[in-house]
């Protein structure tokens, strides 16, 4: 095994594994970077929406909050014609918000609507929260109003005395939240869906999903329920029909829900496959020009001994005549100039004796 190849391979080895080193160390740091800023990107993305949903419900439950305070009247004298006819007044403000239909309930869940109809509400989960249990505003969703599934919103109406002995409502069709959530895009492969704080989902772009719990859908999906189960801003990496996905939540105060966003984790991982693909070309180009720097450095240092070595085998014929030029001035070269002192000493030796004998022989 010559030189030339033993220093083009120790030269090609260690560049190889130094670029090895530097390429996993530097992949695995843009992994986790890529991949952080990733969740934190979709955390936002979770929050601005949940934002403006709470807003969203907000503004509604105000503005008939302030309408209650119109029924206050009717506690005493609960009279069918005059809470329709307050209810149609509410027209104008109420239809713009998306509301289709709203009624005053009594104490006792008795309840007239906008058109006209006399209901039992006192069953109702939002009516006792309001009643019983002494809520200031209820959101609820699934509720079927009219065979339509529906959302009602619902505020108390205080007595003069300040006690919730009423309760007056709008109620909007569920659909509206579905084409809301629908509409939330995040780059190619990214949705929303809303859900209560026990995992059912209360709004989601593919409808069959609605009102079903996420561990209905799959137990894959029971890790995203204990996370929602927190009521914070979290994130959780899942598998769902044979995707790898990635969802990130945060809460919407103003109606115990939680707004989810997703993503594929394959499109997070796109900038890191196209730096794995950068690292990869740029590595086989250094190992290319550390061939090419390999062969030329090689030729460098063994050159010079390849010179000397056949003029070593032309003084050791016993060839004395030959000439070396010293052209560097590394080990090689001080190799070279001491060789070249020994020729002369030879040559000065044999001249001597060759002298002596001719002496010897006059």
Known sequence: MGIRFKVISLVLLLVVLTAAVLTVVNLLEIRNLSLNSAVNSLKQKAEKESLIVDNWIKSRLATLSTISADFQTFLMLFEKSFVTMTLKAKIDQLEPLGFVDW????????????????????????????????????????INW?????????????????????????VMPQKLLQDFVSSVKYGQTGYAYISDFTGKIVAHPKEEYVSKKL?????????????????????????????????AMAPVESAEWMLCAGIFESELNAPFIASLKKS?????????VSIVIGFLFGRVITKPILDLTEFSKQIASGDLTGKF???SRDET???????????????????????????VST
């Not at 209901?119 to 009643?131: E, H, K, T, V």
């Not at 065979?147 to 009423?166: D, H, L, N, R, T």
């Not at 030879?346 to 004998?357: G, M, Y």
């Open 325 to 327: 030029e010293v052209k």
């Open 103 to 142: 009624f005053f309930a009594n104490f006792e869940g008795k309840a007239y609507t906008l058109k006209d109809k006399e209901i039992d509400l006192s069953q109702m989960g939002f009516f006792n929260a309001i009643i019983n249990e002494g809520r200031s505003y209820f959101v609820a969703t699934g």
């Open 333 to 359: 070269g001080q190799l070279s100039k001491v060789l070249i002192l020994l020729v002369e000493n030879l040559r000065n030796s044999i001249a001597k004796i060759v002298n002596l004998k001719e002496e």
């Open 280 to 288: 990869v070309l740029t590595t086989a180009v250094a190992v290319l």
């Open 146 to 170: 009219e065979g339509v599934k529906s959302i009602v919103f619902a505020v108390p109406v205080y007595s003069y005395e300040g006690v919730a002995e009423g309760v007056f409502g709008a």
């Open 215 to 247: 561990s209905e859908l799959d137990p894959a999906l029971k890790p995203i329920e204990e996370q929602i189960a927190k009521k914070s801003v979290s994130y959780v990496s899942y598998v769902f029909e044979k995707i790898k996905r990635l969802v």
